[in-house]
């Protein structure tokens, strides 16, 4: 089992900036998988960034291209999203997500509300 816990969501301003945390239950480097989703009302959780723990380059949505930014912290365990130059658009609640033993985990999710 692997227990997922999002923070550091809120209220931010149009070109705010914000960064979000996953803090991770297990050593990291057992994962095969991680990655960062959103989802808002009435809508299906929408993937915008992935990346595999083999190697290669992270892949994100061009709708955050060029400002998020997915990185981790081994030491505290977390796997953290930079997010800058932010917009209405990116109002939601973002998720994390890693796959471990070939299994699917989620987090609760952590809002964030972008407005003046």
């Known amino acids: 089992q692997v227990q997922l816990v999002e923070s550091g969501g809120g209220l931010v301003q149009p070109g705010g900036s914000l960064r979000l945390s996953c803090t991770v239950s297990i050593n990291m480097f057992s994962l095969e998988y991680m990655g960062w989703y959103r989802r808002t009302p009435g809508k299906a959780a929408r993937v915008l960034v992935a990346?595999?723990?083999?190697?290669?380059?992270?892949n994100y949505a061009d709708s955050v291209k060029g400002r998020f930014t997915i990185s981790t912290a081994d030491s505290e365990n977390t796997i953290n999203l930079q997010m800058s130059n932010l917009k209405t658009e990116d109002t939601a609640v973002y998720y994390c997500?890693?796959?471990?033993?070939?299994?699917?985990?989620w987090g609760e999710g952590t809002p964030v509300t972008v407005s003046s």
């Open positions: 997500n890693v796959i471990y033993r070939r299994t699917d985990y």
């Open positions: 990346s595999s723990f083999s190697g290669g380059q992270p």
